[in-house]
Structure formats: C-alpha cells, structure tokens
Nanobody
Framework: QEQLVESGGGLVQPGGSLRLSCAAS????????MSWVRQAPGKGPEWVAN????????RYADSVRGRFTISRDNAKNTLYLQMNNLKPEDTGLYYC????????????????WGQGTQVTVST
C-alpha cells in the first residue's frame, strides 16, 4: 500500500537551515505530483509547496517562497524540502503528501500523507 515516511526534522535556531526527506513506497512515485504540508500547534494544515512529476515546476506558498526549495529524485523515490532562513513561525509538523492530478496540483490540494516530522525554530 502507499507509504510516505518523512525525516530530517529537528530543533534549529532562527536563520538556520534544515533539509527534510520523504521516502515513498507502494505506488509509482515518478508519475505522481507531490506536496509538502505543515501544521502548527493549534492550527489547521497549511500547504507549503508542491512539484510536478519530473521536478521542473515547483510551486510555493507566499510564506516560504524564496526560503524553501522543493525537489525530488525519482530514481530514489524521494521528495525533499530544503528550508533556509528559518523563522519561529515555520515551527510545526511537516508532512509530505500525494497530489493526484494536475487540477489538484494547481489548486494546492493533496490527500494521502505520512506521519510527519517535527520542525522547531527557537532560540
């Protein structure tokens, strides 16, 4: 069955960097759009970024554009999120998620997601 396993989270000071990874299995990774989503404590899910199947058309939320980079390695069935210049408001649980169609890709929608990896930005 479909499985997504996120890793790479941790505690970092403001201005620092982290690189998240998401290992995918149980489905054809290279033929699926993929997304990153985050959830801050006490808030609902927030779409962060998504990427097309070949990896040359990333899209970003305004809150992270210029600081975060989404990428993928289809040979390794892995999705990445490079996060630079982190801010306290970036704190949350980060999930990678499946985006099942072009329509969902342009509408920032997603459905199935993993267990998440915690990112905490604090002094």
């Amino acid at each position: 069955q479909e499985q997504l396993v996120e890793s790479g989270g941790g505690l970092v000071q403001p201005g620092g960097s982290l690189r998240l990874s998401c290992a995918a299995s149980g489905f054809s990774f290279s033929t699926h759009y993929m997304s990153w989503v985050r959830q801050a404590p006490g808030k609902g899910p927030e779409w962060v970024a998504n990427i097309n199947t070949v990896g040359n058309m990333p899209r970003y939320a305004d809150s992270v554009r210029g600081r975060f980079t989404i990428s993928r390695d289809n040979a390794k069935n892995t999705l990445y999120l490079q996060m630079n210049n982190l801010k306290p408001e970036d704190t949350g649980l980060y999930y990678c998620a499946l985006t099942r169609s072009y329509k969902d890709y342009v509408e920032n929608k997603y459905d199935f997601w993993g267990q998440g990896t915690q990112v905490t930005v604090s002094t």
